[in-house]
């Protein structure tokens, strides 16, 4: 697993600058989100890497065996309609897919939606960094920096928004409604969580494409920005260093 450091210039915020009392706790959910976005690309990259491990060529033989196995319990019944044949073959079906299921196989659908999972926590993570950078920039005794700064976070994953709103308005999205107060688009194509390599991408805003590549590289780029944030205020104390490391658990 690669942790990424976070160092705040100091302990304390410098009171003297005239920063407002919220200012800390801004600073600390910032932080906080940063990790979200931390564990959120890794788990994304172990969830993503079944693919890599090669197919299992003797799964569709031992699938085989076992839906003859079982559909050999039901050649005592009648089957000669073809209403009778189709509820046999779904009988069959049905009770190799719960076996299986209980040995502890993962359901295709639950591969693909853990990966969706993780993927959609990133980008929630980044959309708080954004949001938090911009709430700061306004708050009293702010750095005048943090506006640019912010601005600088959106210009450097500029799908982040558009992917966040389709997210979210996932069934305006299905309906071809893709700006609010929209009228449906009837003929333009809809993407809902589509992956090309690992960038996370859905139709957005003006049936465009709207992505987020969910990668260290990306992560980099937002821990540059964090520091930008940390170092633009005035410090006291020691500086710190983060993540904490758990003195009771591994």
Request: charged share 30%.
């Amino acid at each position: 697993m690669k942790v990424f450091e976070v160092v705040t210039p100091g302990g304390f915020l410098d009171k003297s600058k005239g920063y407002s009392k919220d200012s800390s706790a801004l600073l600390i959910l910032l932080r906080d989100a940063f990790y979200e976005a931390n564990l959120a690309v890794e788990l994304y990259s172990e969830s993503n890497g079944w693919r890599g491990n090669g197919k299992d060529n003797t799964l569709r033989d031992d699938d085989r065996k076992s839906r003859e196995r079982i559909d050999a319990q039901y050649k005592a019944l009648s089957s000669n309609g073809c209403e009778e044949r189709q509820e046999r073959e779904f009988n069959v079906e049905r009770l190799h897919k719960i076996e299986q299921w209980e040995l502890g196989r993962v359901p295709t659908e639950f591969r693909a939606a853990k990966t969706l999972i993780y993927s959609k926590a990133f980008v929630s993570a980044l959309d708080s960094i954004g949001k938090l950078i911009k709430t700061l920039s306004k708050e009293d005794g702010a750095p005048h920096d943090l506006k640019a700064i912010a601005e600088e976070f959106y210009s450097g994953i500029p799908g982040l928004i558009g992917l966040r709103n389709s997210i979210q308005h996932v069934e305006d999205r299905a309906i071809g409604v893709f700006a609010s107060k929209a009228k449906r688009d009837e003929e333009s194509s809809r993407f809902f969580s589509s992956f090309v390599g690992n960038t996370y991408f859905a139709t957005g805003k003006e049936c465009g494409l709207d992505g987020v590549n969910v990668s260290l590289e990306t992560l980099e780029f937002t821990l540059c920005i964090l520091n930008k944030v940390m170092n633009s205020y005035a410090w006291v104390a020691q500086k710190q260093h983060w993540p904490s490391l758990d003195p009771w658990y591994r």
